[in-house]
């Protein structure tokens, strides 16, 4: 029910930062988990990132360190700050939201949980 549209793909050099945006609209749920999740052509979905309602964060050891996710209640807009990017981060990327919050909390980096989903952003790395 809540529609999301991410932002903020696009080409850099490796060892370059982009910020990647999802505007949330629609239904806004009271309890909720909230992810980032890449897929490269030929490649499993992995999950990157995730917050959830009651402010816990969880990443893919592949990104720790690097990658930062944040959230703006007030803006509904989930972000994923991408620092140090190296090849093997190119890929789409999309958000996803799922308010069964009992479930997703416990695998919050699952993307098969996970109901609402964006049309996914673009990352490009270049070496």
């Known amino acids: 029910q809540v529609q999301l549209v991410e932002s903020g793909g696009g080409s850099v050099q490796a060892g370059g930062s982009l910020r990647l945006s999802c505007a949330a609209s629609g239904y806004t749920y009271n309890s909720w988990c909230m992810g980032w999740f890449r897929q490269a052509p030929g490649k499993e979905r992995e999950g990157v990132a995730a917050i959830d309602s009651n402010g816990r964060i969880s990443y893919a050891d592949s990104v720790k360190g690097r990658f930062t996710i944040s959230e703006d209640t007030a803006k509904n807009i989930l972000y994923l700050q991408m620092n140090s990017l190296k090849p093997e981060d190119a890929a789409m990327y999309y958000c996803?939201?799922?308010?069964?919050?009992?479930?997703?909390?416990?695998?919050?980096?699952?993307?098969?949980?996970?109901?609402?989903w964006g049309q996914g952003t673009q990352v490009t790395v270049s070496s």
């Open positions: 996803a939201e799922d308010p069964f919050f009992v479930r997703c909390r416990r695998s919050p980096l699952d993307g098969s949980l996970y109901k609402d």
